[in-house]
Each structure stands twice: as C-alpha cells, then as structure tokens.
C-alpha cells in the first residue's frame, strides 16, 4: 500500500505572544517558506479584491508591509498592478520569496523594519499591510487601553507610512480589528490623511480602512483620535509577526 506525504505541519508556536517579537523566531519559522504554501491572515487576494481594486491604479508603485510568505504581492502583480516592493522583518523570508517569484523581476523584496522604512518620502502611491497592526499590538493586555509603548510603536508605522505615500496617495490597512478598536490609531491628524471604513467576509468580517493622503480627518475622528494620546494601562513590548491563517494569537488582537 503505497503511502501519501503529510501534510506540512505548521511551526512551533511561541509559549507566550511575546515570543513572536524575536527575528529568530521568524528566521526560522520561515525556513522552508520557499517550499511552503503561503499563509494569508484575513483571505487571499479575490477575498477583498473588489473592494480595494478600485483603489488602486496600474501604474501605482505600491508598497506591501509586513509580507511574510503570504502570495499577495504576486496576486496584485497578477490582477495588473506589476509595480510591487514587499518588506518583511524576516531576512529568511524575504530571500526565500525572492527565490519563489524570481520568474516576476517587477516584484521586489527587502528587508526591512516597518517603523522606519529605508525609502525616500513620497515613493509610493500606495501602501498596504495585511495583518501588521495587529501583530504589533498582540502583546497587548487590555484591548481598550492600549500601552504608550504599543500606541508609540502604531505611530512609528503609521508616520513612515504618511512619509513614502505621495500626496494623493493611499493607505489600504486589512485586520481584524473593528473600529472602536482601531480608528483612533488611525485619527490623528499628523498623518495628513482622510479616514474611511468598511468591512468583508461572509459569517466572521473583517475590516479594511482607507486613507487618503490630502484628506482630512472629520471632526469625530479627530476625537477619537486624541483619546488615545493619554493612554493608562501598563507597558508592554510591541510584537512583530507575520502572516498565518492558523495562529492561537488571533483570538486576542482585536486592537
């Protein structure tokens, strides 16, 4: 009787969230990520592909945070948006997604740390992160206080991102994360952008959140927005994690 391969298992998980804000863990989580099939937090592309695609432009030069093995970059370049860079934490990732799409010589890949991107301001039409905030924010205790720290490093991304958007440019963020939990990030008026949200997914949805450089803010946002300028609950470390449909954490990121 012949015997079939098994199916790959899925990497060790850390004992704590705290875990996932080492690179080591990734490094090696991400070992065979050029043999393995991508993880995509939230669906993949044709999941919200009608809702965001009217964002988007051929010629846009986009940016993808946070890519980790998921086949999102390869599936914009494939819906007709070739002009993709994706930055990973994860050196190993990023090499092994270079090996996986070397046949796509349009889709860059590099290493890089979301909190300060190595690009010139204004380099980019388009941002998008699929599941990055959240990850930041899954070592967070209380999912309505969050810590100045967490709340420090949110800021962090989102400035770097308002930097390397041109006027007129988008940010497109996917999460799971409802409003009450994350617009207030979103709402500050520092970051010179417009505000809109809106949902997909049958059964379970999640969010996406538009914004767009040159925009403003309304007068609501803004209160929520400088709510969370004086935060109360105690500090804890910010998380870097990558994409997984299948991680225990999920349960506790609705930040």
Same mark, same amino acid.
């Given at each position: 009787m012949?015997s079939s391969?098994?199916?790959?298992?899925?990497?060790?998980?850390?004992?704590?969230?705290?875990?996932y804000?080492?690179?080591?863990?990734?490094?090696?989580?991400?070992q065979d990520?050029?043999?393995?099939?991508?993880?995509?937090w939230f669906?993949?592309?044709?999941?919200?592909?009608?809702?965001v695609?009217?964002?988007?432009?051929?010629?846009?030069r986009?940016?993808?945070l946070g890519?980790?093995? $998921?086949?999102?970059?390869?599936?914009?370049?494939?819906?007709?948006f070739?002009?993709v860079?994706?930055v990973?934490y994860?050196?190993?990732?990023v090499?092994a997604?270079r090996v996986?799409y070397?046949?796509?010589?349009?889709?860059?890949?590099?290493?890089?740390?979301?909190?300060?991107?190595?690009?010139?301001?204004?380099?980019f039409?388009?941002?998008?992160e699929k599941?990055?905030?959240?990850?930041?924010?899954?070592?967070?205790?209380?999912?309505?206080t969050?810590s100045?720290?967490a709340?420090?490093?949110?800021?962090?991304?989102?400035?770097?991102? $308002?930097?390397?958007?041109?006027p007129g440019?988008?940010?497109?963020?996917l999460?799971s994360?409802?409003?009450?939990?994350?617009?207030?990030?979103y709402?500050?008026?520092g970051y010179?952008?417009?505000?809109?949200?809106a949902t997909?997914?049958?059964?379970?949805?999640f969010?996406?959140?538009?914004?767009?450089?040159?925009?403003?803010?309304?007068?609501a946002?803004m209160?929520?927005?400088?709510?969370?300028?004086?935060?109360?609950?105690?500090a804890t470390?910010?998380?870097?994690?990558?994409?997984?449909?299948?991680?225990?954490?999920?349960s506790?990121?609705?930040?």
């Amino acid at each position: 009787m012949a015997s079939s391969a098994a199916p790959p298992s899925l990497p060790e998980l850390p004992e704590q969230n705290g875990g996932y804000c080492e690179v080591q863990y990734w490094d090696q989580r991400y070992q065979d990520a050029a043999d393995c099939a991508p993880y995509e937090w939230f669906g993949d592309f044709s999941s919200f592909r009608a809702i965001v695609e009217p964002e988007l432009r051929p010629e846009d030069r986009i940016l993808v945070l946070g890519c980790g093995n $998921s086949a999102l970059s390869y599936e914009l370049y494939l819906g007709g948006f070739p002009d993709v860079t994706s930055v990973d934490y994860s050196s190993v990732v990023v090499a092994a997604m270079r090996v996986r799409y070397a046949h796509v010589p349009s889709l860059r890949w590099e290493t890089m740390d979301v909190r300060a991107l190595g690009f010139p301001s204004g380099s980019f039409n388009v941002v998008l992160e699929k599941g990055v905030l959240d990850a930041l924010l899954a070592g967070e205790r209380d999912p309505w206080t969050v810590s100045p720290e967490a709340a420090h490093t949110v800021d962090q991304v989102l400035s770097e991102v $308002s930097r390397v958007l041109v006027p007129g440019g988008r940010f497109i963020s996917l999460t799971s994360a409802a409003p009450h939990f994350r617009s207030r990030h979103y709402a500050q008026t520092g970051y010179g952008w417009s505000l809109r949200h809106a949902t997909y997914g049958s059964g379970f949805h999640f969010h996406l959140y538009f914004m767009h450089k040159g925009g403003e803010l309304s007068v609501a946002q803004m209160a929520l927005g400088a709510k969370l300028l004086a935060p109360t609950s105690p500090a804890t470390s910010p998380c870097f994690l990558q994409d997984s449909a299948h991680e225990d954490f999920l349960s506790a990121i609705q930040l």
